[in-house]
Nanobody
Framework: VQLQASGGGLVQPGGSLRLSCKAA????????LGWYRQAPGKERELVAI???????NYAESVKARFTISRENVKNIIYLQMSSLKPEDTAVYYC???????????WGQGTQVTVSS
């Protein structure tokens, strides 16, 4: 497994979770790292990305609530999620890709359920 996601679970509305994605190799070899999610009956959507120079971009629905970060030494991508809402319920996938190539890796997904 080249990308291993973890950290999902059941949380109450307003709660927090931190997702982790451990890469088998160096994440420095990828141009863009990101988190996506897919809710039941919906298409997979972008949540957040972080580039090799540290720039970040977020979906409007998660801005100011979620933070993506990377720990290069440990080859881990994080997604800190706060003020969670029921509509954040989805399977979350991490992604690593090299721009201009066919390299586009996906983790296995981790379930996040926000419910009281």
């Amino acid at each position: 497994v080249q990308l291993q996601a973890s950290g999902g679970g059941l949380v109450q509305p307003g709660g927090s979770l931190r997702l982790s994605c451990k890469a088998a190799g160096s994440i420095l070899s990828y141009d863009v790292l990101g988190w996506y999610r897919q809710a039941p009956g919906k298409e997979r959507e972008l949540v957040a990305i972080i580039t090799s120079d540290g720039s970040t971009n977020y979906a409007e629905s998660v801005k100011a609530r979620f933070t993506i970060s990377r720990e290069n030494v440990k080859n881990i991508i994080y997604l800190q999620m706060s003020s969670l809402k029921p509509e954040d319920t989805a399977v979350y996938y991490c992604n690593a890709r090299r721009v201009g190539t066919s390299v586009n890796l996906w983790g296995q997904g981790t379930q996040v359920t926000v419910s009281s």
